[in-house]
């Protein structure tokens, strides 16, 4: 179990040895401390602001004593656009891409990391056949070589501008982007619901939603002039239906779908509700797509006798498809997914979207500016109200759901008007106070990581040898001896004897 308390006294131990490290010149340690502590705040929000200064200005230190300046002289039809995610159909890069093809720019599209677990066929089929193209993977054997790998392409290409779509704990694009002169970096925002490192190199902010932007001013340090709103529209993906592997024949069909953190917190409350709308017909049944961490799904189906009424289907890439053959979609939460309600939206769906006053995180209104025609939900009672009603007229598809969002054509024509310093959509802004929503994640946080999702362990054990989780770590030696003397009382014996003879 964790809290608040113990999250922040962690942290001030990582960034009391991230002083002692960069003294040390020890900069691999100092960037693994620096990476460790901002995706300890993106899991947990638990500082009261989403800008840690420490943690930029160590970046800023160590970057001044690796690399010098990186002046160029811009080009002015020149966009790079670094990718650190690089999933097909998620994130904005095909969003992006799209955009800078319809404005005839030079396009310098920068991954990561070329050893990918995952899917881009689709991003680089968009840009397959453009010929005013250049496709780059970072190349190192460290963070240290993978920066100096990302300032050899920024001096050949010379961008005007660096859109950066980044990993909320990216120190390779920080320290490179920190130490360029000439470009202008604008922060692609698509996590703008919890902390991610690069508010002191961002020149001009992107937020898709008025959430972002007020979290933003108020939270992350970015003052408003800084800050443009682009709503997004979907990506719909052209894979044909896989199918499903369960009898539908007969079913209606109530479909959702997200990375699984996103549906658990506040006691179950999505599968409960889905357990109430399955209780208004027989022949309703519950598919949900997504991955992650699915024991107290599992766990709940069992308990309550769901295994022919709920179905996981995993991720898919045939969205879109899947959304032709069901009836209706309900928004995922405690946590929504913007995109996949656009997807539903955009297929006609009666779509079902929880967000009260206290989880303004979920809010996504802003996505379906051109009309009033979206509307969210305030209480779970009144959404199983408003379901019931609508399964007992009969789900009917809404055909005009894709005009109530962004055109790929206005997308485009919005952010050229964004790249030439203006700000287009600054009717939509709307500043209300998100402290309480920001202090409500938090608390979802906290409890989905004690009583669903772990993943405290494992993002430590990303950033930390074993030597350092026993000397950094406070707890982390008698846990481990515990554990380790439970499952093998012979090894247990063994590094007893090392630490107390050997100190280690």
């Known amino acids: 179990m964790i809290s608040n308390k113990q999250l922040i006294n962690l942290d001030s131990i990582l960034k009391k040895n991230l002083k002692t490290s960069i003294s040390l010149k020890d900069f691999d340690k100092a960037l693994r401390l620096i990476?460790?502590?901002?995706?300890?705040?993106?899991?947990?929000?638990?500082?009261?602001?989403?800008?840690?200064?420490?943690?930029?200005?160590?970046?800023?230190?160590?970057?001044?004593?690796?690399?010098?300046?990186?002046?160029?002289?811009?080009?002015?039809?020149?966009?790079?656009?670094?990718?650190?995610?690089?999933?097909?159909?998620?994130?904005?890069?095909?969003?992006?891409l799209r955009a800078l093809k319809e404005l005839n720019k030079r396009i310098v599209l920068v991954f990561e990391n070329k050893k990918r677990q995952y899917k881009n066929?689709?991003?680089?089929?968009?840009?397959?056949?453009?010929?005013?193209?250049?496709?780059?993977?970072?190349?190192?054997?460290?963070?240290?070589?993978?920066?100096?790998?990302?300032?050899?392409?920024?001096?050949?290409?010379?961008?005007?501008?660096?859109?950066?779509?980044?990993?909320?704990?990216?120190?390779?694009?920080?320290?490179?982007?920190?130490?360029?002169?000439?470009?202008?970096?604008?922060?692609?925002?698509?996590?703008?619901?919890?902390?991610?490192?690069?508010?002191?190199?961002?020149?001009?902010?992107?937020?898709?939603r008025s959430f972002g932007m007020n979290l933003s001013e108020q939270l992350r340090?970015?003052?408003?002039?800084?800050?443009?709103?682009?709503p997004f529209y979907p990506i719909l993906s052209t894979e044909e239906f896989q199918g499903f592997d369960f009898d539908t024949q007969g079913k209606k069909i109530i479909f959702s779908g997200s990375t699984f953190y996103k549906v658990l917190g506040h006691d179950l409350a999505f599968f409960k509700t889905i357990h109430q709308l399955l209780k208004l017909d027989d022949n309703l049944i519950f598919i949900l797509a997504g991955s992650g961490n699915n024991t107290a799904i599992i766990d709940f189906i069992n308990k309550n006798n769901l295994n022919n009424r709920i179905y996981l289907i995993g991720d898919r890439y045939d969205l879109f498809e899947v959304m032709k053959r069901v009836d209706y979609y309900i928004s995922t939460f405690p946590f929504t997914g913007a995109l996949m309600t656009q997807i539903a939206v955009a297929a006609g769906l009666p779509i079902f979207a929880y967000v009260n006053s206290n989880s303004l995180y979920n809010g996504i209104e802003d996505l379906f500016s051109k009309s009033e025609t979206f509307e969210s939900i305030n209480s779970l009672d009144e959404l199983v109200e408003k379901f019931s009603i609508e399964h007992k007229k009969g789900s009917q598809r809404n055909s005009q759901g894709r005009e109530s969002m962004l055109s790929e054509e206005e997308f485009a024509q919005i952010l050229c008007k964004i790249l030439k310093g203006q700000n287009p959509m600054s009717f939509l802004e709307k500043r209300v106070s998100v402290q309480k929503s920001y202090q409500t994640f938090n608390e979802l946080m906290i409890e989905t990581e004690n009583l669903y999702n772990p993943t405290f362990e494992?993002?430590?054990?990303?950033?930390?040898?074993?030597?350092?989780?026993?000397?950094l770590i406070p707890n982390y030696r008698r846990n481990y001896y515990k554990k380790v003397f439970k499952e093998n009382k012979i090894q247990f014996l063994k590094e007893l004897y090392y630490y107390l003879i050997k100190g280690e």
Not at 41 to 65: K, P
């Open 221 to 230: 340090n970015i003052p408003a002039h800084k800050t443009r709103l682009l």
């Open 121 to 208: 066929e689709a991003i680089l089929a968009e840009i397959e056949n453009y010929p005013n193209k250049v496709i780059y993977y970072l190349e190192g054997n460290n963070r240290i070589e993978l920066c100096e790998s990302l300032f050899k392409i920024v001096e050949t290409e010379k961008p005007k501008d660096i859109l950066m779509h980044l990993i909320p704990w990216d120190t390779i694009a920080y320290m490179a982007f920190y130490k360029i002169k000439g470009a202008t970096r604008y922060q692609v925002n698509l996590t703008d619901h919890t902390f991610w490192l690069g508010t002191d190199i961002t020149d001009v902010n992107i937020e898709f």
């Open 35 to 96: 990476e460790l502590s901002a995706h300890l705040q993106y899991n947990y929000c638990f500082n009261s602001t989403l800008y840690d200064q420490e943690l930029e200005h160590s970046l800023q230190q160590i970057a001044d004593q690796l690399f010098e300046n990186v002046e160029i002289i811009p080009e002015d039809n020149v966009v790079l656009f670094y990718d650190f995610f690089g999933y097909d159909n998620r994130g904005l890069t095909q969003q992006y």
């Open 458 to 471: 494992s993002t430590i054990n990303k950033y930390l040898p074993a030597k350092e989780r026993l000397k």
